[in-house]
């Protein structure tokens, strides 16, 4: 009996293989495998993984510097924004955690400013963003 569960499994394990190596081989064939590789990025959700993964770095780091020192040394906003840095610094180390970063900085950005198709707005968004990113990149 239970090589007979077994054997059913790997046919059906063997089945399914087929049919989603069938199914990409005809998606490439189709739509190119750029388009391929877009629709798995989308599927498997990896913005969201980057995202996960540097927002714990983040705070990993964040509590290793704050536990490492005295609480009232980081009340003083300059000591915030050197932390701040140091945290920006360190985030982007990899190449994982530049992703990450990359991440979360398009992401706020889709959040704070939707703008409302005037093409002042958005100009003006644009060239917020772009200097920031481009601080963010020369501390990295």
């Known amino acids: 009996m239970v090589q007979w569960t077994g054997l059913v499994l790997q046919s059906q394990v063997y089945k399914e293989v087929k049919e989603r190596i069938s199914y990409v081989a005809s998606f490439v064939r189709t739509e190119g495998l750029m388009a391929f590789a877009e629709a798995e990025w989308l599927r498997l959700n990896i913005p969201l993984i980057f995202r996960s993964f540097w927002m714990m770095r983040f705070g990993i780091h964040l509590y290793l510097y704050l536990s490492s020192s005295e609480l009232d040394t980081w009340a003083d906003p300059d000591n915030l924004k ?59």
């Open 82 to 140: 050197t932390l701040f840095k140091i945290l920006l610094i360190r985030g982007c180390e990899t190449l994982p955690a530049i992703l990450g970063m990359s991440s979360i900085f398009s992401w706020i950005a889709g959040k704070v400013n939707k703008p409302n198709n005037s093409d002042f707005d958005t100009l003006l968004y644009l060239n917020y963003f772009s200097s920031f990113t481009s601080c963010v990149n020369f501390l990295c």
